[in-house]
Antibody
Framework: QVQLVESGGGVVQPGGSLRLSCAAS????????MHWVRQAPGKGLEWVAFIQYYGDIKNHVDSVKGRSTISRDNSKNTLYLQMNSLTSEDTAVYYCTTGMAYAFETWGQGTMVTVSS | QSALTQPPSASGSPGQSVTISCTGTSNDVGGYNYVSWYQQHPGKAPKLMIY???KRPSGVTDRFSGSKSGNTASLTVSGLQAEDEADYYCSSYAGPNDLNWVFGGGTKLTVL
């Protein structure tokens, strides 16, 4: 079955960096655009970044542009989000999702990122 | 990249119908037929319920339906059941200059 498993979250100090990973299985990973979506504690969903099938087309929400980079390795069926210069505003559960018809089709269970000193 | 506007709460009794609105602009909801809706139970990941305004993924009950008029999209839940109590989020593609997506702030649906 289609499965997405995020990892790499944790507690990091302000100004620090983290790399999130999302391992995909049960489908042809390279046939799908992929997204990261985050949810701050008690808050709503926020789209973070998108990457096209082969990684040549990508975009990020303005609040993370210049600090975060989405990437993928189709040979490893893995999606990444490199996050730098983290602030408390980045504290959230980060979900990876498959893109389908401009919607977010399948979601992982999420990985928690906490930015705190 | 402004968020879409949803009412914070909605409610209905079992068996009734309830409609949740999602208001955007001509740059997102009104400009594309790429509105989607998500159901999220506490502590769980969101689940896709509606995509491309009106389409249901395989396995989603036809008690959930979507529509759009101008800059406002709507999700209707018919024949309310206890398990429908959850948070609901709308989302829209918000191009065209860049590949962007926006979400609504979410609506807490309570089954009375």
């Amino acid at each position: 079955q289609v499965q997405l498993v995020e990892s790499g979250g944790g507690v990091v100090q302000p100004g620090g960096s983290l790399r999130l990973s999302c391992a995909a299985s049960g489908f042809t990973f390279s046939n799908y655009g992929m997204h990261w979506v985050r949810q701050a504690p008690g808050k709503g969903l926020e789209w973070v970044a998108f990457i096209q099938y082969y990684g040549d087309i990508k975009n990020h929400v303005d609040s993370v542009k210049g600090r975060s980079t989405i990437s993928r390795d189709n040979s490893k069926n893995t999606l990444y989000l490199q996050m730098n210069s983290l602030t408390s505003e980045d504290t959230a559960v980060y979900y990876c999702t498959t893109g389908m018809a401009y919607a977010f089709e399948t979601w992982g269970q999420g990985t928690m990122v906490t930015v705190s000193s | 990249q402004s968020a879409l506007t949803q009412p914070p709460s909605a409610s209905g009794s079992p068996g009734q119908s309830v409609t949740i609105s999602c208001t955007g602009t001509s740059n997102d909801v009104g400009g594309y037929n790429y509105v989607s809706w998500y159901q999220q139970h506490p502590g769980k990941a969101p689940k896709l319920m509606i995509y491309e305004v009106t389409k249901r993924p395989s396995g989603v009950t036809d008690r959930f339906s979507g529509s759009k008029s101008g800059n406002t999209a709507s999700l209707t839940v018919s024949g309310l059941q206890a398990e429908d109590e959850a948070d609901y989020y709308c989302s829209s593609y918000a191009g065209p200059n860049d590949l962007n997506w926006v979400f609504g702030g979410g609506t807490k649906l309570t089954v009375l």
